[in-house]
């Protein structure tokens, strides 16, 4: 995405339909050079799971007498800046936690203009690993953080800080994707699919005829932004970490903490190690592979991950996600394809559920070969083939789309909420464009008297 766009007079319907009108009374503001813009700001601090992480961004919008859309509206620069471990861990210590998040935000003071702070939105949101906590340290967190960036300098009220709508999350992040590909508002959207640590999100387009087909608390529309409606949910449990403890536990048959997990999914050559799960620390091996082909093993490992996935799934109606308009795939379906070498790191590239299982089953894949230091190598592969196949149903040979960043601007929820923030700054006052189009409007109502 270019970080300006020129306005065209070819370009709107307005010049066509009035030239006379336009060419006598704004033809000397449509035909200037337009490097007065207007500039915006916005502060986004993502509490994931995993870490908390600081996207600043400074949106441009040329002035201009047409209708705004995401064609003028535009990313000029980014900050970025991350911190671990992720802001569950402080349940037990808020303060301390609360303390974390300012530093991090202090960082964008290099970035945000100390005059344009008190304008700036600051947007602190809480994703799935706060969501698991017990209600009150969610909620003691969330208000010793609100507290201490009052004193920031930045606007802040009750909306600041909060834990993210399971749906705002998936919405935000199909925003961005097709906002970095120019897909907005032209009906050639991209489905947008992510894997956190503790949910995944799976956002795409609907056609209003076919809305009756899903649950209300799935359909979304936001006519602020773009009259678009769209399906969004966010799967508990379908995270990489929350599936791989959710995996052990099934597979263990009982449903109360084990002192030790054992799996065929695992690498033999795990024993006993200790992992963290969301605060919770849990001893897993890897079983003997002896005997048993790769294609056995990821066969093995697959049928218990099915199950998994089958309840996980519930009721939701995800039986064919869409894919006519291609499909994006962000967050750990980037480091899975970075890590298994599907990728060039820091580019983006193409993978196929066909790829990934002849991949694993390979002689240099997670079900054939022990790798100590990526022990999960194997169930990782199982898991996003069972999640796209079983759960989402696509084709094996189905094309999917892997960012991590396009023109150099991370593809996060951070940027749709951003980009959210401003067009609804922007259409709700009377600027210029709405000014004009009001104008045009009442001209119109009189022609047609």
Not at 239 to 256: D, M, T, V
Not at 379 to 406: C, H, M, P, R, W
Request: charged share 20%; glycine share 8%; aromatic share 10%.
């Amino acid at each position: 995405m270019t970080a300006t766009t020129a306005v065209s007079l070819t370009h709107s319907p307005l010049v066509r339909a009035f030239p006379l009108i336009i060419s006598g009374m704004l033809v000397n503001k449509i035909g200037q050079d337009y490097d007065y813009k207007d500039i915006y700001y916005v502060v986004v601090v993502d509490c994931g799971s995993s870490g908390s992480r600081l996207h600043a961004y400074k949106f441009i919008l040329p002035k201009g007498y047409r209708r705004i859309d995401s064609e003028n509206l535009n990313i000029d620069d980014e900050l970025y800046a991350a911190i671990k471990p992720g802001l569950s861990s402080y349940a037990d210590i808020p303060k301390v936690g609360a303390k974390a998040i300012v530093d991090l935000i202090k960082a964008a003071d290099v970035f945000v203009p100390k005059e344009m702070k008190a304008v700036t939105p600051l947007i602190v949101r809480a994703t799935a690993g706060l969501r698991v906590l017990p209600e009150n340290k969610a909620d003691t967190l969330i208000k010793h953080i609100r507290e201490a960036i009052s004193d920031l300098g930045y606007p802040v009220n009750e909306n600041s800080v909060k834990i993210l709508k399971e749906s705002d999350e998936g919405i935000c992040m199909w925003y961005a994707v097709n906002l970095l590909t120019d897909n907005l508002g032209k009906g050639t959207a991209m489905t947008s699919l992510e894997i956190g640590g503790a949910s995944a999100q799976v956002t795409y387009a609907v056609n209003n005829d076919d809305i009756n087909k899903y649950s209300a608390n799935d359909i979304f529309i936001r006519p602020a932004v773009f009259s678009t409606t769209l399906f969004s949910h966010s799967f508990i449990g379908q995270g990489i970490g929350a599936a791989r403890f959710g995996s052990l536990q099934l597979e263990s048959g009982h449903p109360e903490p084990q002192e030790l997990y054992l799996s065929v999914c695992l690498d033999p050559a795990l024993c006993e190690h200790e992992f963290n799960f969301f605060g919770q620390l849990v001893k897993v091996s890897g079983t003997s592979r002896k005997g048993l082909s790769p294609e056995a093993v990821f066969a093995r490992c697959r049928e218990i991950v099915q199950r998994y996935i089958k309840v996980t799934m519930k009721s939701t109606n995800v039986e064919k996600v869409p894919t006519e308009n291609g499909v994006a795939a962000m967050g750990y379906f980037y480091h899975f394809s970075n890590d298994e070498g599907f990728i060039t790191p820091d580019e983006s590239g193409e993978i196929s559920i066909l790829q990934i299982m002849e991949h694993a089953m390979g002689p240099s894949g997670g079900c054939a070969t022990s790798d100590e230091k990526r022990p999960w190598r194997c169930f990782d592969a199982v898991f996003i083939v069972s999640l796209l196949q079983d759960g989402y149903g696509f084709d094996e040979s189905t094309k999917i789309n892997v960012y991590n960043d396009i023109d150099g601007y991370g593809v996060e929820w951070s940027l749709g909420i951003a980009y959210n923030y401003v067009m609804a700054a922007i259409t709700a006052q009377p600027g210029p464009a709405n000014v004009y189009d009001k104008f045009i409007r009442s001209i119109l109502a009189k022609r047609r008297k």
